[in-house]
């Protein structure tokens, strides 16, 4: 089994910032990628960013410019580092790892935009 542990949600102003970090443990057998999805009240859970452990990244364009996904190999863990936050970027973050068979999701951490 493999656990996926988030954590740096939380409150912040429009425009401010904030840093998701994700690590992974248990029996992982072999990282393809891993990354982060949201889901805002209402609306369908939505591809944020996702890298693999070679360091090529994707964005949704909705986060270019503004979210910078890495990865620490050696600690199995991802960050997401998250500046000029939006209204709009307010919902549940996951973390995701795919082993090429086998997704897995951590529990999401709150992420509120708010004046």
């Known amino acids: 089994q493999v656990q996926l542990v988030e954590s740096g949600g939380g409150l912040v102003q429009p425009g401010g910032s904030l840093r998701l970090s994700c690590a992974a443990s248990g029996s992982i057998f072999n990282i393809y990628t891993m990354g982060w999805y949201r889901q805002a009240p209402g609306k369908q859970r939505e591809q944020v960013a996702f890298?693999?452990?070679?360091?090529?990244?994707n964005y949704a364009e909705s986060v270019k410019g503004r979210f910078t996904i890495s990865i620490d190999n050696a600690k199995n863990t991802v960050y997401l580092q998250m500046n000029s936050l939006k209204l709009d970027d307010t919902a549940v973050y996951f973390c995701?790892?795919?082993?090429?068979?086998?997704?897995?999701w951590g529990q999401g951490t709150q992420v509120t935009v708010s004046s």
């Open positions: 995701n790892l795919y082993e090429g068979v086998h997704d897995y």
């Open positions: 890298i693999t452990r070679g360091n090529t990244r």
